[in-house]
């Protein structure tokens, strides 16, 4: 037998089709991940969604983390928001105090995410933000993107980043719901697509 007699094209079976991935549903979503603030902080906001595909249907299994500084704008420097028990192992969860400024949210089966965070302060010459980071099948790189909070006009007016997407402005702006919830849907792609940012 010869190494030509196996290998030719009619004796060799097709590959088979995958599914795209990666999928992140299995590790990366922890207990709590939603619940950036510290408990009963008076600077608590909630900020909520979908992630739509360009065809406007949800995604069930995307992940959205969220980073954000202190209402002073100051950026936090402490540990905490996946914490271990030392003794065994096993996941601590966050321990309601500290603000770490992160959190990793899993949307639900209608494409929905929540979190709770703290108001963030403007730094740098910029308006409020939270950065948002977006995981999803399909995606084989990961989306940055920011929220912008809808409070200062003035502040939104002169964002150097707002100011250079022009009419697509208010994909990064959320929307305010009175109580200090914020909606904020994601769009991966197609009519009304969130921007998303490069960094290099």
């Known amino acids: 037998m010869t190494t030509a007699d196996t290998n030719a094209p009619e004796r060799v079976p097709p590959t088979p089709s995958h599914t795209v991935g990666p999928f992140y549903g299995y590790a990366l979503p922890f207990r709590g991940g939603e619940e950036i603030a510290p408990l009963g902080h008076p600077d608590t906001i909630t900020v909520h969604g979908y992630v739509l595909d360009g065809e406007g249907e949800p995604l069930p299994d995307a992940l959205v983390e969220l980073w954000g500084p202190r209402p002073d704008g100051s950026v936090p420097r402490v540990d905490g928001s996946i914490r271990r028990d030392p003794a065994t192992g096993g996941y601590a969860g966050r321990n309601g105090v500290e603000f770490t400024g992160w959190g990793r949210v899993q ?64 994909t990064l702006i959320a929307s305010d719901e009175g109580a200090g919830v914020y909606g904020f849907d994601i769009r991966l792609q197609g009519e009304g697509e969130t921007v998303f940012l490069e960094f290099q």
């Open 107 to 170: 949307t639900a089966a209608n494409g929905h995410w929540y979190a709770r965070t703290l108001r963030p302060g403007a730094r740098g010459g910029s308006a409020p933000y939270l950065s948002v980071c977006v995981f999803a099948r399909g995606l084989l790189v990961h989306l940055f993107t920011r929220i912008y909070l809808p409070c200062d006009a003035a502040a939104l007016a002169t964002d150097p980043l707002l100011t250079r997407v022009g009419d697509r402005r208010d």
